[in-house]
């Protein structure tokens, strides 16, 4: 019993300080660890035109992908890694997404974030 609440507690503890980090504070993630496209448009390799499709190679936890037009605008964000977002109803112009999250065990992590540029083109 002891043992499940403390394991509960140490997931709960590095959720919440995974929000409370610090993007200067976090490491860039490797680009052996994802893949994503720099264009996407009607011929887009996913399986619908304007998908912008993120694969991750690594173990990513408490993942968050937030992507934001070029006033800064939250245009799509999901906590769910499996997600896609489909810019098929955004204007064409240069869209910047940020992936944020953890990795290593419970025990030993650190925080990690990505941002790149998305050229949507229509």
């Not at 994503?36 to 993120?54: C, K, N, Q, R, Y």
């Not at 934001?68 to 810019?87: L, Q, T």
Request: with cysteine; aromatic share 12%; hydrophobic share 45%.
């Amino acid at each position: 019993m002891f043992l499940k609440s403390f394991i509960a507690a140490t997931l709960l503890v590095s959720g919440l300080s995974t929000f409370a980090q610090a993007d200067t504070d976090r490491t860039e993630l490797a680009s052996t660890c994802y893949s994503a496209p720099t264009t996407i448009s009607v011929e887009s390799a996913g399986t619908t035109p304007f998908d912008f499709v993120l694969t991750l190679d690594c173990q990513i936890w408490n993942y968050s992908l937030q992507v934001k037009d070029a006033e800064g605008n939250v245009v799509f964000e999901s906590k769910d890694p499996a997600a896609v977002w489909n810019a098929a109803d955004d204007l064409a112009g240069v869209y910047t997404w940020t992936l944020r999250g953890s990795m290593g065990t419970t025990i030993s992590y650190y925080h990690i974030i990505k941002s790149a540029n998305v050229t949507v083109i229509k």
